[in-house]
């Protein structure tokens, strides 16, 4: 009996700090999706998808966590951020081949956000807090995207979440977008990132990104988080909202490294050559509600698979699914492909859309920066081009020219009253100089931007320690209106969610007008010099004594000019009489 009074009493006592769990019950769900697809050039594409989804409470504040990353959502309720895309990516998406990926990023970091309504400085303040917070929790350098680094695009990037109002009312005054080239990714950033899955690198289908050095010796290699709010339920005044967290990790690996070719020409190979790892101790993570891996084929790559379990069904262009769910315990989980030789290149088709970016021109004057984009399509297509120069390369718009198929565009079907486009003039070491338009081009043609720019002198503390390798310029940036199309050369993921297909150019590298950094070397060795022999001779002769001296019995004089001079400064009757 008094042990059943105890325990009255105890659920008494704490049932009032429990009462908001049965007000408002806290549901966080997870599922994880991995994805195989064979490409043309004998490359396998994989691609790893964790999406959280978090039920917010009627405050909507992140205050308890269950599956939700803790250190995400405290993060995003300080800064007020409503949605985030972060990307680490190493090397170059092939898009003339590969087609258009799920997610895509540049070589390098890139970062662009959303935040509440407030003034500009508000923002900004709110901008750089988040860089830095998300630069500390994934050991990056986001610190060096200053103010100087930052874009406010106007209608280049779309949201995922439900802030198509939001953004309407405020006039997309609350993005936030930069990038750095030259950041390199290593696993220093893929530690943390594996830390915020409820499983980590443990359990679950991230048990096969146990070795990171399989993973960066791959031909592609890009690392996303990306965080979003939107409204469920009826009503219009959105009393409940959900917070969306995925977490992607897209792979192209080259499996002719990793495997053994028979005298067809076919290279076989398993998962475990590939993720350094026997994937037979994969399973599914027990908190996720879905564990999926999808296995799928390329229409114009007869590539073969095999697995110790018979696929589900069909999801898409996918031919297998198999549910980490319904694998037995004493049958092991086994998947080995088998590929072709790779399709000649003169043979592979081209994606319909694709861009190109390259630097004209040489000295201080005279360069230029021109941008090719290429409609292979017979409709046209509607296109949204961003382009960010720094600050040191002084662009003059009014060099800017248009041409389709090398016939030029009149300037105000490009940049024209009614035409929606966005100039802001860089100012040095405040900001850069952006470019945003929006055009339509035609069916079977190339389109093409070209301006000039001018190379600035820099003070010779804004060089980096390797000025001779040249400064890195940060890509453009290419947004494709929804085309059926466009669609079909893009690699999709169960859900078939139709998002913005973003292409980036590859980076500019441009060497700066250089200073002789030899020179103050030069000038400092010459001014030592000069004042240590004056002052050796100086003190040699305020110190030394010097009298006769006698060589075989002779007095000693010797025939150097310098030396008969201080005979005959010394033995003067004035100096002797001055010297005592």
Known sequence: LRVSQMWLTLLLLVSPGLSFLLDDPLEESLSEELTFTPLVDAKLLTQFRFTTVRNATSKGEFSNFNLFPKTVGQIVSQYGAQEFHLTFTQGRWNTDHWGYPVRSGPSGVELWAWFDKGTEEEINEKWLGLQRALGGLFSASLNFMDMTNTLEPGFAFSPEGDLHSRVGETGNHGVRYAVLPRESVCTENLTPYLRQLPCRQYNGIARLLQHPTDLYRTEYHSMGMHYYTKCFGQGDDCQKRQSVLTQTLTLVFNPSSRSSTD???????????LFGKNQSGVTACPLSSSSTILVGQHPEFDSRWKSSYDPEDTVGNYLGQYSLFQLLQDKLFTLAFQFPPAIPIENMKLAPVHIDRYLTGHGKKGSGIVTHIFNNLDSPIQIIFLQKVPWYLRVYYHTIKATVNQEAVPIHELLGPE?????????????????????????????????????????????????????????????????????????????????????????????????????????????????????????????LRYGTNYVGGRRFVSKRPLAQLYRKVVENRLVQKLLG
């Open 263 to 273: 005298a067809s020409g076919f290279t076989t190979f398993k998962l475990e050559s």
């Open 419 to 543: 035409k929606a486009y966005q100039l802001v003039p860089g100012k040095d070491r405040e900001r850069s100089s952006t470019l945003e338009v929006e055009y339509t081009v035609p069916g079977n043609s190339v389109f093409t931007i070209e301006m000039e720019v001018e190379r600035a002198f820099l003070h010779w503390t804004e060089y980096p320690p390797d000025p001779n390798k040249g400064f890195d310029i940060g890509p453009a940036v290419l947004k494709i209106a929804p085309h059926a199309e466009v669609y079909k050369h893009q690699h999709t993921v169960s859900t078939n969610e139709e998002r913005p297909i973003y292409l980036y150019t590859t980076g500019l590298m441009v060497l700066m007008p250089l200073p002789d950094f030899s020179m103050p070397y030069n000038v400092i060795t010459l001014t030592c010099s000069v004042i240590a022999l004056f002052f050796g001779q100086v003190v040699s002769a305020l110190t």
